[in-house]
């Protein structure tokens, strides 16, 4: 659920506000909104030290450094650790831009062969001239007399040519400018740079072994940051300073106790309707399990809105066990999941991202089962029947599917109508959702070829007039009936639409066990009559499950998602405006 909020102003004396912010951040529930733009000394200079260190942590973490791991070192002094790491990757930079420079040198003038370039130039003051030209054949005539033409080589119909004067005679055709440095200097150069390119990146690599130090080093300085900024935040009034922001309304009591034994000027209130205020969602274990999917593609609800998050959890969960399908899949990811707890678990703050994916593994192993689907249908056929044969055929589960839809977008509407009660409106809310039941019916009918039933009109005719006349009823019938007309027009034609793209949920299971047949298929014709071919079916098989179990999870995010954040929410009239609550604390 949403966590009601708290409208909060507290007042101090300018020379206490330190004290003061500090004790609040002590307490760990105030979101602040800063009165000024928050610029000082102090914020400049912590912004640079967060900056080193997430240059430095940014350059350790690329796959030339990382890929080679070091066991992990306490660091002392980051600020020197990080400045070396940033001078260093600075070095590197430049001195690759100065190989490409070299590179790029030999390669342009190696056909020409070795010569010193300082060595034409002396001459030039003896009015001797050697000059660079790649002119093409055709145009050779046009070099003028008394100019000695030495050809090097012909390219692409050009001919590279030296052309010598006493003086600087005029040529109509674009001299070369000469190289910066002989052929056998830049290549001695190049092999310098690449030496001491080498010793930078072993210097980097060693200094891995400092990331995880560097990366705890920020959080500490981040909350400075956070400090320091709401102070030079903070409003002002000659020798009085200001705070404002948001605490959850449960918080209240402890803010008022605090602001009594610190003697701060108080004052709580209500949000106000045209406040920006912060969004907390607080739910118990078993449902906050679905928060880091939330976090992975930052949607936050608007603090006027509904958290869906035990909706999304049960949907989420059905979906995906649709979506991918297999119990050998599920199993896998079972054991995934299981191994990365085991690894990773104690770096990992909570396991609730553990624990979704075990349910949602638990859902694909279910569903697998079902339908009898383990790395493919067809190899199995034969030999193990579906928990639910019915579950076989493609015309059941796509008006599985169907079904799916319909009550997943009439829980929306009749969770608004709970919510309008006891206004007339919901009467409205209860009408979509008689809408919804004929859509279901008709989507039935126009893709799988099933009778309409004969009470289905007055599914549509009913809930029409619901609309039509509740939508947004006012003292003037003609203009509430031409508001219930107008929403009526603009969301009928989705309410069958939004029912039939739930239809992705068979297309995308099929797709899997196509894919997983049609590997199976081409490993089985192979066979294991040799090492050979035992060797080509082992990889065929590989290949194709790797491929499912790879692209399963990113359709679950275009259409296990897309269903919950986008369908549903726009029947529950969810948009996604809000910002997450972040309260000042140590």
């Known amino acids: 659920m949403i966590v009601p909020m708290k409208k909060v102003s507290i007042v101090t004396q300018a020379k206490d506000a330190s004290s003061a912010l500090d004790c609040l951040r002590s307490l760990g529930v105030l979101h602040v909104v800063n009165e000024n733009l928050p610029q000082s000394k102090d914020v400049s200079a912590i912004k640079e030290e967060i900056s080193l260190i997430d240059k430095a942590v940014q350059i350790l973490s690329l796959p030339e450094f990382s890929k080679k791991k070091r066991s992990s070192k306490e660091l002392k002094d980051w600020r020197s650790t990080g400045g070396h790491i940033v001078d260093l990757w600075k070095r590197l930079d430049q001195l690759e831009d100065y190989s490409k420079m070299v590179s790029g040198l030999i390669s342009e003038w190696e056909a020409w062969g070795d010569f010193d370039p300082e060595l034409i130039r002396k001459l030039e003051e003896k009015n001797i001239y050697i000059r660079f030209f790649r002119i093409p054949a055709r145009e050779m005539k046009n070099i003028p007399a008394g100019a000695i033409v030495k050809k090097l080589f012909v390219s692409q119909g050009n001919t590279s040519c030296a052309v010598i004067s006493l003086g600087k005679a005029d040529m109509p055709f674009k001299e070369l400018e000469l190289p910066k440095m002989p052929l056998q200097k830049a290549r001695e150069k190049l092999a310098e740079s690449a030496g001491v390119m080498k010793e930078i990146k072993d210097d980097l690599i060693g200094h891995t072994s400092y990331l995880q130090s560097l990366i705890s080093a920020r959080r500490p300085i981040a909350r400075e940051l956070e400090f320091h ?59 906050s399990i679905i928060e880091p999917v939330f976090k992975l593609i930052e949607v936050v609800p608007g603090y006027k809105e509904l958290d869906i998050s035990l909706w999304f959890l049960i949907f989420f969960s059905i979906f995906f066990g649709m979506l991918i399908g297999d119990a050998g899949y599920g199993a896998i990811f079972f054991i995934l999941t299981l191994f990365a707890q085991i690894k990773l678990g104690r770096r990992v703050s909570g396991r609730s991202l553990f624990v979704l994916f075990y349910i949602l593994s638990s859902a ?98 009913a809930g029409a007039a619901l609309v039509v006349f509740f939508t947004d009823p006012k003292k003037n019938i003609l203009k509430g009936i031409g508001s219930g007309l107008g929403a009526l027009l603009l969301n009928l034609v989705n309410s069958f639409t939004d029912i039939v793209s739930y239809i992705r949920l068979f297309a995308v299971g099929l797709a899997t066990v196509a894919v997983a047949d049609a590997f199976n298929q081409m490993a089985m014709d192979i066979g294991y009559g040799s090492i050979l071919t035992g060797i080509m079916t082992s990889f065929i098989l590989l290949l194709g499950h790797t491929l499912n179990i790879v692209l399963g999870p990113m359709s679950i995010l275009v259409h296990g998602v897309r269903l919950n954040v986008l369908e549903f929410c726009s029947h529950l009239d969810v948009n996604w405006s809000g910002f997450s609550y972040k309260p000042l604390k140590k």
């Not at 977008?409 to 039941?437: E, N, T, Y």
């Open 229 to 287: 900024e709401a102070l030079s935040g903070m409003g002002e009034s000659g020798t009085l300073k200001y705070i404002r922001g948001y605490i959850p309304s449960d918080s209240a009591k402890t803010v008022e106790e605090k602001a009594k034994k610190e003697k701060w000027a108080l004052s709580i209130s209500d949000p106000s309707d045209g406040d920006d205020i912060p969004t907390l969602v607080r739910n118990p274990k078993w449902i």
């Open 364 to 461: 694909a192993m279910l569903w697998g089962v079902l339908t009898g689907t383990f790395f493919g249908q067809a190899w199995l056929s034969q030999k193990v029947s579906p928990l639910i044969p019915a579950l076989r055929d493609d015309k059941n589960i796509q008006a599985l599917c169907f079904l799916l839809g319909a009550i997943h977008l009439s829980i929306a509407h009749l969770w608004r109508a709970v919510i309008k009660l006891p206004s007339v409106r919901a009467l409205a809310q209860v009408g979509w959702f008689i809408i919804l039941w004929g859509a279901f019916f008709l989507a039935k009918m126009l893709v799988l070829g099933d009778a309409f039933p004969a009470f289905g009109k007055w599914f549509f005719i």
